[in-house]
């Protein structure tokens, strides 16, 4: 009886151990499927994150392009109202002289 006793403690020991062993396989299926993905999620992250700083440097490129020609266009527009108002008071002038003359 004490035999009998045993060996089920023996056999419902084994069946624990084998379920234990079943369930720590199958944990580190899931953590290497886990890790796995992880690095797949990482490189995809890098990817995007070197795409954005790729973009970023453009765009910070493109708005200094527009700032130094915004910057040209207001230079050209300063000259050419200067050009105006020089032109201006020289037909006030040559007005003037022709009214003496008339």
Do not use: G, P
């Not at 992250?45 to 700083?53: E, F, G, I």
């Not at 130094?68 to 003037?96: A, F, G, M, N, Y």
């Amino acid at each position: 009886k004490e035999l009998d006793s045993t060996k089920n403690e023996l056999q419902n020991a084994l069946s624990a151990q084998a379920s234990l062993e079943k369930t720590q396989k199958e944990q580190q299926e899931v953590y290497a499927k886990l890790q796995n993905e992880n690095e797949t999620i990482q490189l995809e992250n890098d990817d995007l994150r070197s795409k954005h700083d790729a973009l970023l440097d453009t765009n910070n490129k493109e708005i200094q392009a527009s700032k130094e020609k915004t910057t040209r266009l207001e230079l050209e527009l300063k000259q050419k109202e200067e050009e105006v108002v020089e032109k201006k008071t020289k037909i006030d002038s040559v007005e003037k002289e022709l009214k003496a003359k008339l």
